[in-house]
């Protein structure tokens, strides 16, 4: 909610810098998003007089204006028409700055110089909603001016050098979507009084009943409170400028006398109001009714709508005449012909019009408000100062009386005192006289007599005495409550075995270089279209989706995968590692669906050996062993000849490779991407539950590094297998640490090159030793036709 700092100055004495003001505010609970200067970009730019003009002697489309700033006459060039001499006029100086952000330059049109400009309404980045008066199509000709105000800065001069600010109000205080609501809150902040607008007005001879019949709500659960009062004499025509101003600083766009001063009570009270074109009433009774199936109404902003049996309207004796809480009706709109105004003021049900609202698509500052719910004491405080409103403008004559329909009469809220437990809920101590007077400040009044807490109707958010404590410390200051260590016996629960793998995972890869990403649960099934191994049949679908992109849960991690990868790709970042822990899941014959924990890797810039690497490494940090990486699978998303998948112990582990290339297609990525999914659950069953620690070697280790000849068709792990074979006697350890074709290579070969560890337990190991393991281990490979490169 938008709101000006003069308006508020206007109901409470501000007296800190709004640095402070918002800090102070925040602290206590009505959270400041942020503030800005209104019109912050127009600098440099102040009152000036046209003290002659003549026209441009080789242009006479142009005039050559002398221009009295106070302290200097500048000669400004204009094509405008309206502008005369006398005429008081905004002057954008040399170096200003106007509202698109243009900055003014001296210019010379044909040998004369123009030494500023002079603005319209429009470089002021103001409209003539708020200056009704302004040529819109020439300069502001400004009103009210006086050779006192020469040189002064125009947003000073035109009173509108304000400060807006930006709150986030939350939904448990519909009082404070209102100026005096805020203003409350800033009194009971810096410790001074409300002043409360006046609700003060002056009512003709003339009674109400002459107008009107009855007010009927013909369901008491669609409204609490329905209360209407009329003018008459109504003179429309535009509001006064101070009233105007308030509006547009708050984002409301004037348009009348009597619908502004609606929406001005709106923002300053909080409740909404409407009026109504008494004359263009059917009869002489008013019902706030359910609409019937399929009636319709054209709104003001001239749609027609249809509506449905749960939405509530006003009506007269024929038909709807507004959309309750949302929005009034065409046909009963106020205009240049209107004289006499029904002013209504009302409480409907808050959930009821936020499902119209809905509905119809049309979310309204009115009936923003009247879904929080709204307490009935706001009608009334909010048409009386409407009226006075009304009166004070001299926009029409109030009649004498109401018709107030009012069910379910609001009773007087109470809370037993019990400053005990404020105590010990806030575990502070403090004073009881500063808890009355904090609760004072905020109109909670504490009668001694009876022990009790009287809540004022507008609080509608205080039920017991945690509402009152908290109310209690948020004005005193959350900032003063003393830190304590809290000492207790805490149940030793633990993570369990999964947690804890997760959480490991987690680390590993974050200092491996890598960064989680999080995705949605569900997705579009037109992913499926693209994808390929899945079936349709399997997902689980969503009962109430919020759209068809989002109508099932996902069953696999690649297409996240591949949108997050497109993302960073499309800000031109090159080098990107990723990775996502998350559920899959899939239709099972129980009536929950089968789901699965999966870790997925993305990664871009890097081949698949560095992905094949990093799950070797996070493999031996959960202590699995014996992986396998087989290029036998049939997972079609993978690259046919750059994939594996991962096994351990005949249990699928998961799969490693290049995305397919139609599939990278498909998602615009124009590089090499490398995935890799892994499963939690396998990790879980073949990772090495005991833990056996061995003493540190006593002999040296012995390197060996070999360059073989494979065919093509052979797979590394063919050469790691008979490795394993003779790891057991002195061959404490090997990896595969360079793959290589090239001119060298001959035609069906590749070289892999490894390094293998050498240690004994019992004695320093000589080359025979070593020799006798090696000869055994090239006897093998040259079953494979696997033999040692000679250079």
Known sequence: MKVSLEWLKSLVDINCEVDKLVENLTMTGTKVEGYEKRLDSVRNVVVGKIIEISSHPENPNLSVCRVDIKDEVLTIITAAKNVYRGAFVP???????????????????????SEGMLCSLYELGLTSAEFPYADES????????DDEKLGTDIKKALGIDDIIIDFEITSNRPDCLSIVGLAREIAAVLKTDLKFPSIT?????????????????QNRNICKRYIGKVIKNVKIGPSPQWLRKRLVACGIRPINNIVDVTNYVM?????????????KIHGRSVFVRLAKDGEEITTLDGVKRTLRTVDIVIADEDRAIAVAGVMGGLDTEVDQNTTTVLLEAATFNPAMVRRTSRYLGLRTEASNRFEKGLSPYFAEVAIQRACALIEQIGAGEVVKGAIDTYLDIQQQVTVKADFSYTERLLGVSIPQDEIIDILNRLEISYDKEKGVFVVPPFRVDIADMADISEEVIRIYGYDKIPSRVYMGNAISSGLTQKQKMVSDIRSFLANSGYYEVYSYSF????????????????????????????????????????????LNLSRNIKDIKIFEIAPVFKKSADKLPEEKLVLALGNAGQDFYFVKGILENLFDMLRIKDIEFSSDHANLNLHPTRSAKIVSKDILIGYIGEVHPDILEKFDIQTRAIFAEVYIDALLEVEKKDKKYTPLPKYPAVERDYAFLVPDEIESRVIEEIFKKYASEILEEFYLFDVYKGQQIKEGFKS???????RSKEKTLSDDDILIIQERILDDLKKYNIVLREQ
């Open 91 to 113: 002057v954008a100086k040399i170096g200003a700055t106007i509202a698109n952000g243009k900055e003014i330059n001296k210019m010379e049109f044909k040998g004369v110089v």
């Open 752 to 758: 892999y090159a490894y390094k293998a560890v050498f």
């Open 138 to 145: 020439g300069i502001f000709i400004l009103e009210g001016m």
């Open 267 to 279: 923002l300053e009270i909080g409740q909404p109001l409407h009026a109504f074109d008494l004359s």
């Open 201 to 217: 007005y002056n009512e003709t001879e003339d009674k109400i009943e002459n107008y009107l019949d009855k007010i009927e709500i």
């Open 523 to 566: 997705e579009s099934p037109k992913i499926y279209e693209i994808l390929k191994g899945y079936k349709l049949d399997d997902a689980v679908k969503i009962l109430n989706p919020l759209g068809e992109d989002f109508s099932i849960m996902r069953m696999q991690l690649l297409s996240s995968i591949l949108k997050t990868l497109y």
